[in-house]
């Protein structure tokens, strides 16, 4: 008998198998309007190679990305696969940097998300005033904008604003999440990009209208009730899968 079977855990991730959850990612990141041109990144590290993740090739367009044009480089902001393919810099200056100083997670997002972006330039950040936003309380850090470029310097002030947190706000920039896997952090952009958005509407409303019952008592029983019991417990895979379907509305990321 397989010895994953008689151990109850689940067989080692292939590359194939990432490679389609990341093309996936980039696929629906497109389809929900969370691409910025040819810009932004989805990152996901290959199993079995420490060291080493998937990015987009430089030029294509979300919507464009499958399994096997997915580029493969490592942290030191090198192309792995011999490819030759051209990777944006700024792949390797954020990504880079985080999947050195987390091996622990697989996927990367850093995205210009609408809703992301304009609640990157709010000081007081994400609020705990959605069932949204809960899952992300307290599991927020902020990095300071720093300009464009993104030296050694400030690759290791943003890792350490991350610390073991499940993302970042990049103030005036944008957000960062990780995941386990592919699929949490995806979900966990997705929960983020709606609970910015949540805030933001009821930020265009008169104070009267706003946290009828206060940020407190849905902080207290949303906590209880489940999305802190452990930390990215419930989106580590793809409870999203209706998501998935993309076959029919974008054929061919698989390829």
């Not at 902001?77 to 200056?93: I, L, Y």
């Not at 307290?138 to 300071?144: E, I, K």
């Not at 002030?157 to 957000?175: E, K, S, T």
């Amino acid at each position: 008998m397989n010895q994953h079977l008689n151990t109850g855990q689940r067989p080692p991730r292939t590359e194939r198998e990432v490679r389609i959850d990341l093309a996936a990612a980039y696929r629906m990141a497109a389809q929900n309007g969370w691409d910025d041109t040819i810009y932004t990144h989805l990152s996901a590290s290959v199993p079995g190679e420490p060291g080493h993740y998937l990015l987009n090739p430089f030029g294509a367009t979300f919507d464009e990305i499958t399994a096997s044009s997915l580029v493969k480089v490592n942290v030191r902001g090198e192309v792995a696969d011999g490819s030759g393919a051209r990777v944006n810099p700024s792949g390797f200056a954020i990504h880079g940097a985080v999947h050195a100083a987390r091996p622990d997670v697989e996927c990367v997002i850093h995205l210009h998300t609408p809703w992301g972006v304009a609640l990157s330039m709010l000081p007081e950040g994400l609020q705990p005033t959605s069932q949204y936003a809960m899952r992300l309380h307290r599991r927020l850090g902020r990095h300071a904008y720093e300009g464009l470029a993104l030296g050694a310097d400030e690759q290791r002030r943003l890792v350490a604003d991350l610390g073991a947190l499940d993302g970042l706000i990049l103030d005036n920039h944008g957000p960062l999440v990780v995941g386990r896997t592919v699929a949490e952090a995806w979900m966990l952009m997705h929960l983020l990009e709606r609970a910015a958005q949540a805030q933001l509407r009821a930020m265009w409303q008169p104070p009267a209208a706003r946290c009828a019952r206060g940020e407190q008592t849905l902080a207290a029983r949303t906590w209880r009730g489940g999305w802190a019991t452990a930390p990215g417990g419930k989106l580590a895979t793809w409870n999203s899968r209706p998501l998935l379907r993309l076959d029919r509305s974008a054929p061919g990321y698989r390829d």
